[in-house]
């Protein structure tokens, strides 16, 4: 089992429609929760961090985190063709390195 | 506030050689760690430099080194080049704050080698 799993995709929505983006994770001790854009050839960008169970809102993003089930989600309202892009998972078990998933492709259809 | 920058962007070598990849970390960040993407994978953790010494590994070959200078910036060395070392190679910078709060990393623009 990966440490953390990320369905591939490619994930196809509508323009103005919801994005939502789903990760796993196996490390109970795992104390933060990131996720990343990366477009293709480029560098990855954080969008936002969440520590918390809950939601976390930042402007059309909110992150979402159960750790009892291990579940984090992100979701992106009134997507954008700009939004298409690979968005990673990744988590900070407390070992001073992030782990990755492999990362989901999105693309939002005009 | 400048960002991570890293040179060279890209670069082709041939297997057996050696490779050097520099690091610039953003600044107000003391901890700089360098990450491995092959194409189509999430990016992997090489190592991580605080203070000048390695402050953290991956699951990687001692051929993977690194160094980290007073300024910060830091280089990663690859010895002995594998055609499996064709990735993007990239390199974050943060600021440690002990073991609390968030590892938020900054990234840079990567250099990506080709090992033919």
């Known amino acids: 089992q990966k440490e953390v799993e990320q369905n591939s995709g490619p994930l196809s929505v509508p323009e103005g429609a919801i994005a939502s983006l789903n990760c796993t994770y196996s490390?109970?001790?795992?104390?933060?929760f990131f996720w990343y854009r990366q477009y293709s050839g480029k560098s990855p960008e954080l969008i936002m961090f969440i520590y918390s169970n809950g939601d976390k809102e930042d402007g059309r993003f909110t992150a979402q985190l159960n750790k009892a089930s291990q579940y984090v989600s992100l979701l992106i309202r009134d997507s954008q063709p700009s939004d298409s892009a690979t968005y990673l998972c990744a988590v900070d078990t407390g070992r001073r390195a992030l782990t990755f998933g492999s990362g989901t492709r999105l693309q939002v259809q005009p | 506030e400048t960002g991570v920058t890293q040179s060279p962007t890209h670069l082709i070598k041939t297997r057996g050689q050696q490779v050097t990849l520099r690091c610039s970390s953003q600044s107000g960040h003391n901890t700089v760690s360098w990450y491995q993407q092959a194409l189509g994978q999430g990016p992997q953790f090489i190592f991580q430099?605080?203070?000048?010494?390695?402050?953290g590994r991956g699951n990687f070959p001692p051929r993977f080194s690194g160094l980290q200078f007073p300024n910060y910036s830091s280089e990663l060395n690859v010895n002995a080049l594998e055609l499996d070392d064709s990735a993007l190679y990239l390199c974050?910078?943060?600021?440690?704050?002990?073991?609390?709060?968030?590892?938020?990393?900054?990234f840079g623009a990567g250099s990506r080698l080709t090992v033919l």
């Open positions: 974050a910078s943060s600021w440690d704050r002990g073991n609390s709060g968030a590892n938020v990393l900054t």
């Open positions: 430099y605080y203070r000048e010494e390695e402050n």
């Open positions: 490390d109970r001790g795992s104390q933060s």
